[in-house]
C-alpha cells in the first residue's frame, strides 16, 4: 500500500521540483546568494578562526572551516532562498493553486523545497572535498555524524524556512525577517564562531538554539570526538527541533497572501 | 451513471473569515452529473467565497458539502483526482513559459491528457514557448483553463472564465465547455455576465450577500420577472396622457428625464394597448424598446428588492 502510495507523490515531487529547478536558475539574485556566499564568507572567517587557537575548540582550521562551510550552506543555500520561493509562490497564488491539484500540503512545500537543498548538500560536499584536499584536513573520521549533521540541517533548514516565510508579507520583507535566525545561527550554533570557543553557560544555552544540534554533529563528524552523552544531546536536539518546526508549519504557514 | 445522482451537495453552507465577516450566510443547492450550474451575482455576493470552499481549499464555517459523495476539505486526497479546478486569477510562476507550467501540472496529475493536446484545446498551441509574465490576460485565463482540463476531470469548477477574454474568446471558451458537458462534465461556473450564465447553464441560482436570491433553470428565474418596455413621449406628453396604466396591465413604471419604463406581465395587451394609442393620438415614440424578461431584469429586479429591503 505504501509503496503504491510514494510512486505518485514521488512523481508530483519530481514535477514541481523540476520547475522550480528552472525558476532557480531564472533567478539570479538567489543564485548569486545561495552560491557565492557559502562559497566565500567560510575564507573571510578564517583569520579569525587562525587567532582563536582553534586548537581549545578542539577542531583543526580545516574542519573549523568546512564545518563553517557547511553552516553557510544551511543558511544561504537553503534556509534564506527558501524563505524568498516560499513567499514569492505563494504571493504568486502559485501555492493556492497547487493545493486545488491532488500534491498534499507536505509535497507541495517538499517539492518546492528539493533543489535548494539538493545545491545545499552538492555545495556541502563540494567543500568538505576542498577543505579536505586544500587544508590536508583528510575524510571525516566519523562519516556516520557528518551524514547524521547533514541530513538533520537539510530538513530542518527548509522547515524553518517554511515557518519564517508565515510571518513574512513580502519577498522585499523576507530580506529582513530572514536575518534573526542567520545571525543567531552564525554566532550561536557554531558556525561562524566554533562552539567550543564560548563561554560555558553561553554555550549550553546555545546549544539549544535550531542548528546547533545538526552543526554539532557535522563538526564532531571531523574530529570523531563525540561522547555517547553529547552526542545523545546532539540528536534529540536536532529531532526535537525538526518536530517542531514541521508542527508549527502545519500549524502556522499561510498558503494564501492576506487579504 | 446515473443521472440524477448528485456530484455536488450544499448544505446550508456558511463560511466566516478571521475578521468575522461572514461572506456566505447560509446557501443550500445541489448539482446534478452532466450538468452546468452557474452561480451568478454582483462582485463581493459570495461567489468566489463559496466555490473554494467546494474546491476544499477551506472549510466551511458551518454545514455540509459533499463533492462526488464525500468532504472534499478533509478526503482532499479522494476528490482531487476527480476534479479540475480554474482559479479566478493566476497562480502561474512568471518565468516559467507556457509549456514548463503545462508539463509541471501534468507531473502532479493522474491520467494526464497530452500536453500538446490541451494547448491546442484552449488555442495556446503557439505560444508554448512563451514565458507566462508575457502572456496577455485571456491568455492566462486560457492557461487556467488548460490547466484545469488536463487530468480530463469528471468535475468542473470554473471561477469567472471568460473574465479579461475578448469577444471570440470568450465564445470559444462557451463552446469548449458546451463540448465538456456533452461529454458528461459537470461544470459548476460563477460569472458575472448574465448572459454567460443564460447561456451555458442549465441550472443557475444568483448570490445576494452570500444567500441565494433565487434559483432554477434560467427560464424559470426569468419567467418570474416582468417584462420591459421603454420610448420616449414628445415633448408636452405627459405619462398621464396615456390610458390608465392598469387596464394596460402595466405592474410598475418609472419616468426618467421624457424616457418612460413599463414593467408588465402581459406584454402583447401592454404593447398593443401603448401602440394603439400612440397611432390614434397621431404620437411618435422615439426609442421605441419592448422586450420580455431576460436574465439581466431578473438580476437587477432582485437587487433592488434587497435593496428596498435593507
Not at chain 2, 21 to 34: D, L, M, N, P, Q
Request: proline residues 5%; hydrophobic residues 45%; neutral net charge.
Amino acid at each position: 500500500m505504501s509503496s503504491i502510495a510514494l510512486a505518485p507523490a514521488g512523481r508530483r515531487m519530481r514535477a514541481l521540483a523540476r520547475a522550480e529547478l528552472a525558476l532557480l536558475g531564472r533567478n539570479r539574485g538567489v543564485v548569486f546568494t545561495a552560491l557565492a556566499v557559502p562559497l566565500v564568507l567560510p575564507f573571510t572567517v578564517r583569520p579569525a578562526l587562525d587567532r582563536m587557537e582553534p586548537a581549545k575548540s578542539g577542531l583543526p582550521v580545516g574542519g573549523a572551516m568546512a564545518t563553517a562551510a557547511i553552516g553557510f550552506s544551511f543558511l544561504f543555500a537553503v534556509y534564506t532562498s527558501l524563505v524568498n520561493t516560499y513567499v514569492a509562490r505563494r504571493e504568486e497564488l502559485v501555492l493556492k493553486r497547487l493545493r486545488t491539484g491532488e500534491l498534499s500540503d507536505t509535497e507541495i512545500l517538499t517539492g518546492t523545497a528539493l533543489p535548494a537543498v539538493a545545491l545545499g548538500l552538492a555545495q556541502a560536499l563540494l567543500l568538505s572535498v576542498a577543505c579536505g584536499v586544500l587544508l590536508h584536513t583528510g575524510a571525516p573520521r566519523a562519516p556516520y555524524l557528518t551524514v547524521l549533521g547533514l541530513v538533520s540541517g537539510l530538513v530542518l533548514s527548509p522547515a524553518l524556512a517554511a515557518l519564517t516565510a508565515a510571518v513574512t508579507r513580502s519577498v522585499e520583507s523576507g530580506q529582513v525577517t530572514a536575518l534573526p535566525l542567520v545571525f543567531v545561527s552564525m554566532v550561536g550554533s557554531g558556525i561562524a564562531v566554533p562552539a567550543g570557543l564560548l563561554p560555558d553557560r553561553i554555550a549550553s544555552v546555545c546549544a539549544l538554539l535550531p542548528l546547533s544540534g545538526p552543526m554539532r554533529l557535522v563538526g564532531a563528524g571531523w574530529t570523531g570526538r563525540l561522547d555517547s552523552y553529547e552526542l545523545l544531546g546532539a540528536l534529540v536536539s536536532a529531532l526535537a527541533w525538526c518536530l517542531v518546526a514541521v508542527f508549527a508549519v502545519r500549524r502556522w504557514f499561510r498558503w494564501e497572501p492576506r487579504r | 451513471m446515473d443521472a440524477n445522482e448528485h456530484v455536488m451537495e450544499i448544505t446550508d453552507l456558511r463560511r466566516v473569515y478571521a475578521g468575522g465577516f461572514e461572506a456566505v450566510r447560509g446557501i443550500t443547492f445541489h448539482v446534478k452529473r452532466g450538468e452546468v450550474f452557474a452561480l451568478l451575482g454582483t462582485n463581493g455576493a459570495g461567489k468566489t467565497s463559496t466555490v473554494e470552499v467546494i474546491e476544499g481549499l477551506s472549510p466551511p464555517a458551518s454545514g455540509r458539502v459533499r463533492v462526488l459523495g464525500r468532504d472534499p476539505y478533509t478526503e482532499r486526497a479522494a476528490v482531487r483526482p476527480r476534479t479540475g479546478v480554474m482559479l479566478q486569477e493566476g497562480g502561474f510562476p512568471a518565468e516559467l513559459t507556457v509549456a514548463e507550467t503545462v508539463r509541471m501540472w501534468a507531473g502532479c496529475v493522474s491520467g494526464a491528457r497530452p500536453e500538446g493536446e490541451v494547448l491546442h484545446l484552449v488555442g495556446l498551441g503557439g505560444r508554448a514557448g512563451v514565458r507566462v509574465k508575457q502572456l496577455s490576460g485571456g491568455e492566462r485565463r486560457r492557461l487556467d483553463l488548460a490547466l484545469a482540463l488536463l487530468g480530463d476531470p469528471e468535475v468542473l469548477f470554473l471561477d469567472e472564465p471568460t473574465t479579461g477574454l475578448d469577444a471570440e474568446g470568450r465564445r470559444d471558451t462557451w463552446d469548449l465547455v458546451r463540448a465538456l458537458r456533452d461529454g458528461g462534465t459537470t461544470v459548476l461556473l460563477t460569472t458575472h455576465y448574465l448572459d454567460e450564465a443564460e447561456g451555458l447553464a442549465d441550472r443557475l441560482a444568483i448570490l445576494h450577500d452570500g444567500r441565494i436570491a433565487t434559483t432554477g433553470t434560467p427560464a424559470e428565474v426569468t419567467a418570474a420577472q416582468p417584462a420591459r418596455i421603454s420610448f420616449r413621449l414628445p415633448d408636452g406628453y405627459f405619462l398621464g396622457d396615456l390610458p390608465p396604466l392598469a387596464e394596460l396591465g402595466v405592474c410598475g413604471h418609472e419616468v426618467d428625464g421624457g424616457v418612460v419604463r413599463l414593467r408588465t406581465r402581459e406584454l402583447q395587451r401592454t404593447a398593443t394597448g401603448v401602440l394603439t394609442w400612440a397611432e390614434r393620438s397621431g404620437v411618435v415614440l422615439s426609442g421605441l424598446d419592448a422586450r420580455s424578461a431576460s436574465l439581466e431584469e431578473a438580476f437587477l429586479g432582485i437587487a433592488r428588492e434587497q435593496e428596498v429591503m435593507a
